[in-house]
């Protein structure tokens, strides 16, 4: 399989199915917690790791991460990333589609906007996902509240949430 990195990013089909808002068509991550730390160098903040297996084909909507810093490092297979981070850089038109292999790793700044990533091999793929986030926002929202889907803040927003 390989990946189309011509796609535009604004093109992936995003639907609810099931509750969830999924890549039409596609498979996504699992996500489990792989440690929580509170550094004291880092108050009122959390440095918690995130486990994320992607089955082959996956993708994950376009999404932010509520705030949090983000550094990816892959463990196994290839993943397909692409960011757009105008808060970093106001001027940002994003990074184009970039594919990760195992040791690679990339870095999220608060703000950005993940605009695609999705499996780009013929195996399963694992990255860990490193975040510092607020204290506050995790024990006040939860570890859902590190992804952000672009759909569900849209759907809100028409509902009038």
Not at 26 to 40: D, G, H, K, L, Y
Not at 70 to 75: C, F, H, N
Not at 108 to 116: K, L, M
Request: glycine letters at 8%; a negative charge; proline letters at 9%.
């Amino acid at each position: 399989m390989s990946p189309n990195l011509e796609m535009r990013w604004q093109d992936q089909e995003v639907v609810k199915e099931n509750g969830q808002w999924v890549v039409r068509g596609r498979p996504i991550p699992a996500v489990s917690p792989a440690f929580q730390q509170n550094p004291s160098n880092i108050p009122d903040h959390y440095y918690l790791g995130l486990k994320v297996t992607a089955p082959v084909n996956a993708a994950t909507p376009p999404h932010t991460h509520g705030g949090a810093a983000v550094v990816a490092t892959m463990i196994k297979g290839k993943m397909l990333n692409q960011m757009v981070c105008p808060d970093h850089d106001p001027n940002s038109q994003g990074t184009g589609p970039k594919i990760y292999s195992v040791g690679e790793s990339w870095y999220e700044p608060p703000g950005c906007h993940h605009v695609r990533s999705e499996n780009a091999g013929d195996e399963e793929a694992e990255f860990l996902a490193v975040f510092v986030v607020s204290k506050e926002q995790i024990d006040k929202e939860g570890l859902a509240s590190i992804v952000v889907i672009d759909a569900e803040v849209e759907e809100r927003k028409r509902a009038g949430l």
